[in-house]
């Protein structure tokens, strides 16, 4: 039976986050501007600081981020693929570290994949993780 590596799941997710962003149900509309400036000029910089109502183009700013964010998990998904690969087991520091920083997403936007997806995920990394660490343990001693 082939296990699904934890990396493959975060690579997934970045897989949706980034289609979302490009389709039409999500910021495909303010994807084509992008495109209109090469993606280049997308917003006014610094001019639309500090963050206002009037000032700051809030779906620009969340489409950027949102597509970049996408990109990011499939990065961190691919360098946890190979991590797990190689040593076995992810290190548990970065269990913790990422748990936290979902944690943090959670509480910022609370109905969102952050929590529905990702948040069972670092859990199930934390959990299965630390008992895996246990395990290797007891057959060392």
Known sequence: MTKI????VIILLGLLHTNFTLSNDGFGSI???FNESYF???N???NEL?????ITNFETMAT????YFGLFLIILGILLYYVEKEMKRIPHSFTISYTLVV????????NSGMTFLMLPHAVFMLIYNYFRGKTKLKKIL
């Open 5 to 8: 590596n934890n990396g493959v």
């Open 31 to 33: 994807i084509k501007n």
């Open 40 to 42: 280049f000029h997308i």
């Open 44 to 46: 006014n910089g610094l």
């Open 50 to 54: 500090p963050a206002t109502t009037g």
């Open 64 to 67: 950027f981020w949102f597509f």
């Open 103 to 110: 944690l943090v997403g959670c509480y910022m936007i609370p």
